[in-house]
Nanobody
Framework: QLQLVESGGGLVQPGGSLRLSCTASGFTLDYYAIGWFRQAPGKEREGVSCISTRDVNIMYADSVKGRFTISRDNAKNTVYLQMNSLNSEDTAVYYC???????????????????WGQGTQVTVSS
């Protein structure tokens, strides 16, 4: 059974950092593009970052460029999202998703991904 599990969320103060993990079971993440998405209350799910299979290309939403970094550890079958300089607007449930494609122009569309994790809550508050 193909499964994605996110972890690493929590409560952090403004300006702080968190590292989210997305670990796969039942398939090899390196063969998939992995997208990170987030959904705040009352808002649509939006793309945050994407890393292509074999790390061919990496994409970021403008709102997180320079603050977030996506990376892979193939030995652990895990993709990470390092989040720095967090602010209240980053508060959301964060999801990872996987599909066998590259991070193309539509990487931020939820329709581009077949497999999804259950999400992890990130709350930025003092």
């Amino acid at each position: 059974q193909l499964q994605l599990v996110e972890s690493g969320g929590g409560l952090v103060q403004p300006g702080g950092s968190l590292r989210l993990s997305c670990t796969a079971s039942g398939f090899t993440l390196d063969y998939y593009a992995i997208g990170w998405f987030r959904q705040a209350p009352g808002k649509e799910r939006e793309g945050v970052s994407c890393i292509s299979t074999r790390d061919v290309n990496i994409m970021y939403a403008d709102s997180v460029k320079g603050r977030f970094t996506i990376s892979r550890d193939n030995a652990k079958n895990t993709v990470y999202l390092q989040m720095n300089s967090l602010n209240s607007e980053d508060t959301a449930v964060y999801y990872c998703a996987a599909e066998r494609h590259f991070c193309g122009p539509n990487w931020g569309s939820t329709n581009m991904y077949h497999y999804w994790g259950q999400g992890t809550q990130v709350t930025v508050s003092s």
